[in-house]
């Protein structure tokens, strides 16, 4: 199943395609990993690294927030568990 997290910035519009989304003992989500990222302006997809790590890296630490990246990494996370069912 293809997860993806959305970051919308400076940067531009994101889809972060994520994967290992995991929850926190503090309740709140994250993931480990980016494959690739898609430019939600115009669809191409970005898979040089340094990009890619950049951008995840803005997801997970100053955007994160920001991003409400927990909040999405939760619904993904709630709907692998519900497919695993």
Excluded: P
């Excluded at 790590?53 to 999405?72: D, F, K, V, W």
């Amino acid at each position: 199943m293809q997860q993806q997290v959305i970051i919308n910035d400076v940067f531009g519009n994101w889809a972060l395609n994520v994967h290992s989304v995991y929850k926190k003992f503090n309740n709140t989500y994250a993931f480990k990993g980016c494959n690739s990222v898609v430019d939600l302006t115009t669809g191409k997809v970005n898979t040089w690294s340094d990009w890619r790590r950049m951008l995840c890296n803005y997801a997970l630490e100053e955007g994160y927030e920001e991003q409400n990246i927990s909040a999405q990494c939760k619904v993904l996370y709630e709907a692998a568990i519900a497919a695993e069912a």
